[in-house]
């Protein structure tokens, strides 16, 4: 995977005013028989696309069927839309990023990350080392494996065991239902997470990490080994569509305030390094992972995820992006569109 463009402090704050002032559109012109329609043509149009490559530096990833295609899209009302395999699950990878962040703002506040991490796409790999020395590590964010793994030792708890029970609580109050890691991913990732270790070490040594960086590590790549099959995924991009609130089970997962400033982060650096294309075309704030996975927020309205494991080049699944383009665009949904009065 290559660099993260730079959009900057600027963009993300002019994304929260947007969201804070809720000029988000609101609501459906489109019938629920529109909405799904919509949706099944995403899915026939993709179907049989054979573009992109699973990951396989680690090696559990390789091993996941290519032709796995489920889109689920979730209104902030509790209706669900489904196309494919929406049951099958992978390996949430880095989407899970996005609800770590949101359990630290939950637990210390937004500030808390901006002084530590940092907000800024880094211009670097989403594992670049030399992105940590270039500012001792303070111009990260918490979407890049240096700003995850520091968000990962934020957690409160005295233990591992108390951490990771905080961060799993958060990704069920998310989904709806309790998840599982995946052991054989966990393992792979396990034994071949060097370079993160390093991350941590370094992330350490420049006191962002207050203590056990192996331990944070180890935490992380136990998060990054969660299983989730489409449905979980749209519902917890529709909690985030909702304020924090999960539609479909009624729980507040995630304190409303503190929403806005996720999405910036997934707006400014959800994509790795497609992610100003992606603001560009669809104005939607979105994260993906190296697992197939790929969700995306429409503020007010939905939430929808897409599991394809191939990949392109940047490291975002090829068919997922095509068909929540495509969804996005049939549904007028991007929330920095406005009409001249």
């Not at 979407?143 to 951490?163: C, F, Q, W, Y």
């Not at 940047?314 to 569109?337: E, T």
Request: net charge positive; with cysteine.
């Amino acid at each position: 995977m290559s660099r993260n463009r730079k959009l900057g402090r600027f963009g993300a704050l002019a994304l929260v005013v947007v969201l804070a002032a809720g000029l988000a559109p609101a609501g459906f012109a489109q019938s629920p028989d529109e909405i799904q329609k919509v949706v099944n043509a995403a899915y026939e149009k993709y179907r049989g696309l054979k573009e992109g490559a699973n990951a396989d530096y680690i090696p559990a990833l390789a091993k996941v069927d290519p032709n796995l295609f489920g889109i689920v899209l979730v209104t902030t009302d509790g209706k669900v839309y489904t196309a494919g395999d929406v049951a099958s699950e992978v390996s949430i990878q880095s989407i899970s990023k996005v609800f770590t962040m949101a359990r630290v703002m939950d637990e210390q506040g937004p500030q808390a990350l901006v002084d530590n991490i940092g907000v800024d796409a880094t211009g670097q790999v989403f594992n670049s080392i030399i992105a940590v020395e270039q500012h001792k590590g303070a111009e990260m964010n918490p979407l890049v494996n240096p700003g995850a793994i520091t968000a990962t030792s934020m957690v409160k708890g005295t233990t591992a065991d108390e951490i990771w029970a905080s961060i799993l609580v958060t990704y069920n109050d998310f989904a709806g239902r309790p998840l599982s890691v995946n052991r054989e991913v966990y393992k792979s990732e396990a034994e071949t997470n060097q370079r993160n270790q390093a991350i941590a070490m370094l992330m350490w040594a420049y006191g962002h990490i207050k203590s056990e960086p192996l331990r944070a590590t180890d935490i992380y790549t136990k998060q990054c080994s969660v299983n989730v099959n489409a449905r979980d995924l749209a519902g917890m991009a529709a909690t985030l569509a909702n304020g924090g609130k999960n539609p479909l089970t009624g729980k507040q997962a995630m304190k409303p305030g503190n929403v806005p400033q996720v999405l910036a982060v997934m707006a400014t650096a959800g994509l790795y390094d497609g992610s100003g294309k992606w603001l560009y075309q669809t104005g939607l704030p979105a994260k993906s992972g190296v697992g197939g996975g790929l969700i995306a927020v429409c503020p007010g309205r939905f939430g929808i995820a897409v599991i394809s494991p191939p990949l392109d080049a940047a490291g975002n699944s090829v068919r997922a992006q095509k068909a929540i383009a495509d969804i996005s665009n049939a549904l007028k949904a991007n929330p920095l569109a406005s009409t001249p009065r």
